[in-house]
């Protein structure tokens, strides 16, 4: 089991930036995805950036593709997205998510669809982030 926290959240005007942080700790095998999804309300929730360990592969959803950026930092077992030039539809909360089920990092390094929910057990309780015209 691996126990995720997500940290960056909070109220930004558009056009600006905030970096999420998502830490795992627990049992995390040598080969495993995060990703990150969001959830604004009355909307279902969106994959919109997810990598591998062990992969350059990077999924980005269009609707944030050179905007956001996901990374890691291996060492501190912790995963970023670097959102910027943020607009009043990027206000949701945002959940950061793990698994290394060989489907799952298969989907992600392959590219062959975007990542689902169904394709990850572990989650974080989310972050919120507001952005303000």
């Known amino acids: 089991q691996v126990q995720l926290v997500e940290s960056g959240g909070g109220s930004v005007q558009a056009g600006g930036s905030l970096r999420l942080s998502c830490k795992a700790s627990g049992s995390t095998d040598s080969t495993y995805c995060m990703a990150w999804f969001r959830q604004a309300p009355g909307k279902s929730r969106e994959g919109i950036s997810a990598q591998c360990t062990g992969s350059s592969t990077r999924y980005y959803a269009d609707s944030v593709k050179g905007r956001f950026t996901i990374s890691r930092d291996n060492a501190k077992s912790t995963f970023y997205l670097q959102m910027s030039d943020l607009t009043p539809e990027d206000t949701a909360m945002y959940y950061c998510?793990?698994?290394?089920?060989?489907?799952?990092?298969?989907?992600?390094?392959?590219?062959?669809?975007?990542?689902?929910?169904?394709?990850?057990?572990?989650w974080g309780q989310g972050t919120q982030v507001t952005v303000s015209s």
């Open positions: 998510a793990a698994d290394s089920n060989p489907s799952t990092v298969w989907v992600v390094s392959s590219s062959y669809r975007p990542p689902s929910e169904a394709d990850f057990t572990n």
